[in-house]
């Protein structure tokens, strides 16, 4: 995330007077997902105000489709907004790129940069963050409240794996809970996915 907000054009989005305010605005939107030091929460906001006014900026506007705060934005941020948008697919390209490249002579250490830029775009395009659970990441995004509300999936680690291990109850008692909100279509997918990650 650092690598992509501190890319070259995005340093080049003008910054204007105007844009205080609002940038003000959306940072109490989404500070809860700046990685700041609650502990130490006002020297954690000096420090990113004080960062160059494009990255604060680029930062917020990624971090506002993250989170889908984009609605808040005003007329001339969402203009900014949209041209972070239009250059994120080639810049994320040109990432990938970068992390395929092998980092020793035995040509290992290109997966997990890979999988991080892949994550990103996955983030950028679904307005998600890395730290959401394995059900809001589906692009149902009923699927998410269904499991939202259900115990079980509160108790247990939001992967991919730890859902699969669920007992066949749990797992049908998500899905049937689910079943009220998406078609019986979309949650048979769902549930041949589990089951074939699991064999």
């Not at 997902?33 to 105000?49: G, P, R, S, V």
């Not at 960062?51 to 930062?59: F, G, I, N, R």
């Not at 971090?63 to 005003?74: D, V």
């Not at 247990?156 to 730890?162: G, R």
Request: aromatic share 8%; with cysteine.
């Amino acid at each position: 995330m650092d690598v992509f907000t501190k890319a070259a054009e995005y340093m080049e989005i003008p910054v204007r007077r105007t844009d205080d305010e609002p940038l003000q605005k959306l940072f109490m939107l989404v500070r809860s997902e700046l990685n700041l030091d609650l502990k130490n929460i006002k020297q954690e906001q000096a420090k990113f105000w004080k960062q160059h006014p494009a990255l604060v900026k680029t930062e917020l506007l990624v971090q506002a489709q993250l989170t889908r705060e984009f609605g808040a934005l005003s007329p001339s941020l969402a203009g900014d907004f949209r041209r972070i948008l239009e250059t994120a697919p080639r810049l994320l390209e040109e990432l990938m790129k970068m992390a395929v490249i092998p980092r020793n002579a035995q040509g290992h250490g290109w997966l997990r940069p890979a999988i991080g830029v892949v994550e990103l775009s996955q983030c950028i395009i679904q307005e998600l963050h890395l730290t959401d659970t394995f059900c809001e990441r589906f692009t149902i995004s009923p699927l998410a409240k269904g499991c939202g509300d259900t115990l079980i999936w509160g108790s247990i680690s939001s992967t991919v794996s730890y859902y699969s291990i669920l007992a066949n109850v749990a797992r049908f008692e998500i899905l049937r809970r689910i079943g009220r909100l998406v078609e019986n279509r979309k949650i048979e997918i769902v549930a041949r996915f589990v089951r074939s990650y699991s064999e």
